[in-house]
Nanobody
Framework: QVQLIESGGGLVQPGGSLRLVCTTS????????VGWFRQAPGRERHFVGA???????HYADSVKGRFTISRDNAKNTVYLQMNGVNPEDTGLYYC??????????????????WGQGTQVTVSS
């Protein structure tokens, strides 16, 4: 069973940057896709981005060009660098691990293991 812990959330001003960290209990790069999802208050959870075990990266249209995922295999860590944030980026951010096929990479049901989430609030 893979355990995931998110950190790095907080309060950030519009236009600012934040880096979220997802630490996993085991090396995921050879077997799992690690995805980032977010859930705004009163709304459903949505896909933000993911890195596959093939080391390809995928992003939601709403964050393309602003958010970047990277991984440090030696540290069992996946990062979500958030730049140019806006209030619509506010939410609880989760990282998750699973083995979705490419066409289902945005489907949260395809991810078996989840962290507890870290809150990101974008406000002036």
């Amino acid at each position: 069973q893979v355990q995931l812990i998110e950190s790095g959330g907080g309060l950030v001003q519009p236009g600012g940057s934040l880096r979220l960290v997802c630490t996993t209990s085991e090396r995921t790069n050879s077997r799992y896709t690690v995805g980032w999802f977010r859930q705004a208050p009163g709304r459903e959870r949505h896909f933000v981005g993911a890195v596959r075990h093939t080391n390809t990266y995928h992003y939601a249209d709403s964050v393309k060009g602003r958010f970047t995922i990277s991984r440090d295999n030696a540290k069992n860590t996946v990062y979500l660098q958030m730049n140019g944030v806006n209030p619509e980026d506010t939410g609880l951010y989760y990282c998750a691990a699973g083995q979705p096929i490419l066409s289902a990479i945005r489907d949260e049901k395809m991810y078996r293991y989840w962290g507890q989430g870290t809150q990101v609030t974008v406000s002036s």
